[in-house]
């Protein structure tokens, strides 16, 4: 979902995914196979990407 707002991959460490934006913005997004990410956890990468839930919505 956040390489619809520009964000492109940029390394991998482990089970965690980092992502880059242009404008230096960063996010780190674990990945678990099997289970969903928890609530509070995508809030944070929403918030460290600066992006909203309604934003983000628009795209489900």
Do not use: C, W
């Not at 991998?12 to 242009?22: A, V």
């Not at 600066?50 to 628009?58: F, R």
Request: charge should be positive.
């Amino acid at each position: 979902m956040l390489k619809n707002f520009g964000f492109v991959e940029h390394r991998q460490k482990g089970s965690h995914l980092i992502l880059k934006h242009s404008d230096g913005q960063r996010a780190v997004i674990p990945i678990h196979q099997g289970r969903d990410i928890p609530t509070g956890t995508l809030r944070s990468i929403l918030n460290d990407a600066d992006i909203s839930v309604d934003e983000l919505t628009k795209y489900l």
